[in-house]
């Protein structure tokens, strides 16, 4: 209040001293005091006006700027308490994500174990399957083996009798299937 009041002399005297020189200066011609007295008239209504504003809107205008100063502190205070909970949510989604992201690298390497389990036994079951299958391609080349041995024997013994036919045909004569044909029925005879 002391400072605004000072604000107020200092201005008055300011008026004062440029009326006192304006009418210094037209003191020279007609109407000095003329001109003195429009000058005291016009800086006492202004020091009338003045006060008058002042008395009116003194209060209002502090009022004004106490009101605008509390809303900016309370804002500021807003503000901070703001951003003290986005650095607590920002901290909270951080230690979620680093969560996150190391249940994901576990659950990676939980799969990677899972995978080499899984090729491990892939790779038994087709070492089992292909020893299977080699052991019945054995036992069906041998089978073939002994098929075909079979019916090679039964075709030589075929052939064998063929021969012996075609050379006892060639070689025997009349005579030979004469005594032959007396041997066997000795045979008969005898054995009934």
Same mark, same amino acid.
């Given at each position: 209040? =002391? =400072?605004?009041?000072?604000?107020?002399?200092?201005? +008055?005297?300011? &008026?004062?001293?440029?009326? &006192?020189?304006?009418?210094?200066?037209?003191?020279?011609?007609?109407?000095?005091?003329?001109?003195? #007295?429009? +000058?005291?008239?016009?800086?006492?209504? +202004?020091?009338?006006?003045?006060?008058?504003?002042?008395? &009116?809107?003194?209060?209002?205008?502090?009022? +004004?700027?106490?009101?605008?100063?509390?809303?900016?502190?309370?804002?500021?205070?807003?503000?901070?308490?703001?951003?003290?909970?986005?650095?607590? =949510?920002?901290?909270?989604?951080?230690?979620?994500?680093?969560k996150?992201?190391?249940?994901?690298?576990?659950?990676?390497?939980?799969?990677?174990?899972?995978?080499?389990?899984?090729?491990?036994?892939?790779? $038994?079951?087709?070492?089992?399957?292909a020893?299977?299958?080699?052991?019945?391609?054995?036992?069906?080349? $041998?089978?073939?083996?002994? #098929?075909?041995?079979e019916?090679?024997k039964?075709?030589?013994?075929?052939?064998?009798?063929?021969?012996?036919?075609?050379?006892?045909?060639?070689?025997?004569?009349?005579?030979?299937?004469?005594a032959?044909?007396?041997?066997?029925?000795?045979?008969?005879?005898?054995?009934?």
């Open positions: 209040m =002391k =400072k605004t009041f000072s604000s107020i002399a200092a201005l +008055f005297a300011l &008026l004062i001293t440029a009326g &006192l020189a304006f009418a210094s200066e037209a003191e020279g011609g007609h109407g000095g005091a003329e001109l003195w #007295k429009s +000058f005291g008239l016009k800086t006492f209504n +202004f020091i009338v006006l003045v006060g008058l504003l002042w008395w &009116l809107l003194a209060a209002k205008i502090k009022e +004004f700027f106490v009101g605008r100063r509390a809303e900016i502190k309370e804002s500021l205070e807003k503000a901070v308490d703001r951003k003290a909970e986005a650095e607590k =949510k920002y901290r909270e989604y951080s230690d979620k994500i680093d996150a992201s190391t249940e994901i690298d576990g659950i990676i390497e939980m799969i990677k174990a899972q995978g080499a389990t899984e090729k491990q036994k892939i790779i $038994e079951d087709a070492e089992r399957t020893r299977k299958m080699k052991e019945d391609a054995q036992a069906r080349i $041998e089978q073939e083996m002994k #098929k075909a041995t019916q090679l039964a075709q030589t013994v075929e052939l064998s009798v063929q021969m012996a036919e075609e050379i006892l045909k060639r070689s025997i004569t009349q005579d030979d299937h004469k032959m044909v007396k041997e066997y029925i000795d045979k008969v005879v005898i054995k009934h």
